[in-house]
């Protein structure tokens, strides 16, 4: 079935023109977005998303397995847990704050140990 992840970047209110999808690195998404957030452009959420699409292209190797998809029609809870495809689920990463959320799969509940860790 594939181990799936979608991650959406923001800015504020304002995401970024499309979302990225991968199918089978569900459980890499969030070290390689942590990986890819050096070269972001703070603030800009169209150049950032271009920077983890880049990265992720270099790591996925073959015609398959990365996509592009159209964003959610907000990132409230309730839709991001409907517009989840399983695996790891959405990852939003803010690029103003740098803030990392997961909704719908198991990336959420990483995020919540890394914080009980801290």
Same mark, same amino acid.
């Given at each position: 079935m594939g181990d799936r992840s979608i991650v959406i970047i923001k800015n504020g209110s304002r995401m $970024? *023109? +499309?979302a990225m999808?991968? =199918?089978w690195n569900?459980? *890499?998404t969030l070290t390689w977005l942590r990986e890819a957030i050096p070269n972001f452009a703070k603030g800009d959420e169209n150049y950032s998303m $271009?920077?983890?699409i880049g990265y992720f292209s270099a790591k996925i190797k073959g015609p398959?397995?990365?996509?592009?998809?159209?964003n959610p029609p907000s990132l409230d809870r309730i839709t991001l847990l409907g517009y989840? =495809?399983?695996? $790891?689920?959405?990852?939003?990463? *803010? +690029?103003e704050t740098?803030?990392?959320? $997961?909704c719908g799969g198991y990336a959420e509940d990483q995020?919540?140990?890394?914080?009980?860790?801290k």
């Open positions: $970024a *023109d +499309c999808y991968t =199918h569900g459980e *890499d $271009a920077r983890l398959y397995g990365l996509g592009v998809i159209e989840s =495809h399983g695996g $790891a689920g959405v990852i939003v990463y *803010d +690029c740098g803030e990392i959320t $997961a995020l919540k140990e890394e914080q009980t860790v």
